[in-house]
């Protein structure tokens, strides 16, 4: 096996390539630091590479398991973070000049976790500044998407995405407050995890809105999600939107899928150019021939972008705020975004509270129609990657990756709901599209499920990406 094979396996694969000591700690986790000093000048993804402490780990899990203490899949399986969690003694940024010399003496409840699974951690990833969206990154100003070098890997978790595809880790972890997992997994062709609200802590992850932010993995497949989202989920005193019930069991096998039922958005699909239509019609026939039995559902209609924005601007006002006291924000490479926090933080608290009101019915009513059904599918995005652009460029006529067309990924973040994306093919130029699969909130399991049902039939997430211009 070449070491770009190897680097391509799954999460699961690699487990099994470690336990039966086909392949150890080290020999992988040099396999990836070699790919990754080869390919960063071209795909331009990590803000830091970790290598020395990589190494250390890799050696660590590689005496534990030659000694018959294996913690578990993802003992000795390299994986690179979203520079917005925290590292003890390695610097965490945020995307930001802002923070380019911050080094946390503590870590993320998830990458403790991370630790104690005995997983490596190869290096922090690039993203968009803040988590805020789009292009906006001043530490790395054009991260590249894999599969053609001058589109762009969306955001923000434009790392993760990115170095996932490119098999630069066997994983990553970004974080989602309106579509930043969602989106780069449906870019760059791989499988992302959204999950239910409460279900990972966010304690050590850089927050941008705190009542919509959560964290969770990108991988190859939708199985490996189910691996690492076992790991990373459970309660923590330390974040107080951690739910109890928070822990979660994965189940590899998807079970029978004769009856159960799939509720397809189908004004989204209605949207999509001609030109990708036959994808996203394919997808729907492999999960049909599944088993699954799809119907139609229309979501309610409801100011769900307003509401959304409304929201996430206030509460990134409210948190930024000392950096605009200090006059620091004006190192941030948005201006209008910068407006934008600066005009919500100063809004009447009544405009927020009405938000809250009208979230609270979205609630309600996801609850309804998500109970109905196993999951509810949608594209991710109707179309492939666009290009790279700076910073405030303004939407292109007939853009449709935004908000009143993407409905089931906005009332999904406004309502909690896990979802995860994986790839259903291609557009003309070669672009990955995405399926976007979502349940009721706390049933993760459902969604992995037809993910997995989806990647048994198909081999979307076995592609390989050319790295041309």
Same mark, same amino acid.
């Given at each position: 096996?070449?070491?770009?094979?190897?680097?391509?396996?799954?999460?699961?694969?690699?487990?099994?390539?470690?336990?039966?000591?086909?392949?150890?700690?080290?020999?992988? /986790?040099?396999?990836?630091?070699?790919?990754?000093?080869?390919?960063?000048?071209?795909?331009?993804?990590?803000?830091?590479?970790?290598?020395?402490?990589?190494?250390?780990?890799?050696?660590?899990?590689?005496?534990?398991?030659?000694?018959?203490?294996?913690?578990?899949?993802?003992?000795?399986?390299?994986?690179?973070?979203?520079?917005?969690?925290?590292?003890?003694?390695?610097?965490?940024?945020?995307?930001? /000049?802002?923070?380019?010399?911050?080094?946390?003496?503590?870590?993320?409840?998830?990458?403790?976790?991370?630790?104690?699974?005995?997983?490596?951690?190869?290096?922090?990833?690039?993203?968009?500044?803040?988590?805020?969206?789009?292009?906006?990154?001043?530490?790395?100003?054009? *991260?590249?998407?894999?599969?053609?070098?001058?589109?762009?890997?969306?955001?923000?978790?434009?790392?993760?995405?990115?170095?996932?595809?490119?098999?630069?880790?066997?994983?990553?972890?970004?974080?989602?407050?309106?579509?930043?997992?969602?989106?780069?997994?449906?870019?760059?062709?791989?499988?992302?995890?959204?999950?239910?609200?409460?279900?990972?802590?966010?304690?050590?992850?850089?927050?941008?809105?705190?009542?919509?932010?959560?964290?969770?993995?990108?991988?190859?497949?939708?199985?490996?999600?189910?691996?690492?989202?076992?790991?990373?989920?459970?309660?923590?005193?330390?974040?107080?939107?951690?739910?109890?019930?928070?822990?979660?069991?994965?189940?590899?096998?998807?079970?029978?899928?004769?009856?159960?039922?799939?509720?397809?958005?189908?004004?989204?699909?209605?949207?999509? *150019?001609?030109?990708?239509?036959?994808?996203?019609?394919?997808?729907?026939?492999?999960?049909?021939?599944?088993?699954?039995?799809?119907?139609?559902?229309?979501? *309610?209609?409801?100011?769900?972008?307003?509401?959304?924005?409304?929201?996430?601007?206030?509460?990134?006002?409210?948190?930024?705020?000392?950096?605009?006291?200090?006059?620091?924000?004006?190192?941030?490479?948005?201006?209008?975004?910068?407006?934008?926090?600066?005009?919500?933080?100063?809004?009447?608290?009544?405009?927020?509270?009405?938000?809250?009101?009208?979230?609270?019915?979205?609630?309600?009513?996801?609850?309804?129609?998500?109970?109905?059904?196993?999951?509810?599918?949608?594209?991710?995005?109707? /179309?492939?990657?666009?290009?790279?652009?700076?910073?405030?460029?303004?939407?292109?006529?007939?853009?449709?990756?935004?908000?009143?067309?993407?409905?089931?990924?906005?009332?999904?973040?406004? /309502?909690?709901?896990?979802?995860?994306?994986?790839?259903?093919?291609?557009?003309?130029?070669?672009?990955?599209?995405?399926?976007?699969?979502?349940?009721?909130?706390?049933?993760?399991?459902?969604?992995?499920?037809?993910?997995?049902?989806?990647?048994?039939?198909?081999?979307?997430?076995?592609?390989?990406?050319?790295?041309?211009?």
């Amino acid at each position: 096996m070449t070491n770009e094979d190897l680097c391509y396996q799954t999460v699961g694969e690699l487990s099994a390539l470690i336990a039966s000591r086909q392949v150890s700690p080290v020999e992988l /986790t040099r396999a990836y630091l070699e790919r990754t000093e080869a390919l960063n000048p071209t795909v331009s993804v990590v803000i830091t590479l970790t290598r020395d402490h990589a190494l250390r780990q890799a050696a660590a899990a590689e005496r534990e398991i030659q000694l018959g203490r294996r913690r578990g899949p993802l003992h000795g399986i390299p994986y690179a973070v979203k520079d917005l969690y925290d590292t003890q003694g390695i610097r965490t940024t945020g995307g930001s /000049t802002i923070y380019r010399d911050r080094v946390p003496d503590r870590d993320a409840t998830a990458i403790e976790r991370l630790n104690e699974a005995g997983a490596v951690l190869l290096a922090k990833l690039a993203m968009s500044e803040f988590a805020s969206g789009g292009n906006n990154n001043n530490l790395i100003p054009h *991260p590249r998407n894999p599969w053609k070098l001058d589109r762009s890997p969306a955001g923000s978790s434009s790392g993760s995405g990115a170095a996932t595809a490119a098999a630069l880790a066997g994983f990553t972890l970004g974080s989602e407050t309106g579509g930043s997992i969602m989106g780069p997994s449906g870019a760059n062709g791989v499988s992302g995890m959204r999950p239910t609200y409460g279900r990972v802590s966010r304690y050590g992850v850089m927050a941008l809105a705190w009542s919509l932010d959560k964290a969770g993995p990108l991988a190859r497949s939708a199985a490996d999600l189910g691996l690492v989202l076992e790991v990373i989920a459970g309660h923590d005193p330390r974040d107080r939107t951690s739910r109890p019930n928070a822990a979660f069991t994965f189940r590899s096998d998807p079970g029978p899928v004769a009856s159960r039922r799939l509720g397809v958005v189908r004004a989204e699909f209605e949207a999509v *150019p001609e030109a990708n239509r036959a994808v996203f019609a394919n997808a729907l026939a492999v999960l049909r021939r599944a088993g699954f039995v799809l119907e139609d559902v229309v979501l *309610p209609d409801r100011p769900y972008g307003e509401v959304y924005t409304l929201i996430s601007n206030t509460e990134a006002g409210t948190n930024f705020k000392p950096l605009f006291n200090d006059g620091r924000i004006i190192q941030f490479s948005s201006a209008s975004r910068r407006a934008d926090w600066m005009a919500a933080s100063m809004m009447p608290a009544s405009d927020y509270l009405t938000a809250l009101r009208i979230r609270a019915l979205l609630k309600r009513e996801a609850d309804e129609v998500t109970a109905r059904y196993a999951a509810l599918i949608a594209p991710t995005s109707p /179309t492939g990657s666009g290009p790279i652009e700076p910073p405030d460029t303004p939407p292109r006529a007939g853009d449709l990756s935004d908000r009143s067309v993407r409905r089931l990924n906005t009332l999904g973040n406004l /309502t909690g709901l896990p979802a995860i994306s994986i790839p259903c093919g291609f557009d003309g130029e070669g672009m990955p599209l995405g399926l976007h699969i979502a349940a009721r909130a706390w049933d993760d399991q459902s969604v992995l499920d037809v993910g997995m049902v989806f990647q048994r039939e198909t081999d979307f997430h076995r592609r390989r990406p050319s790295f041309r211009p």
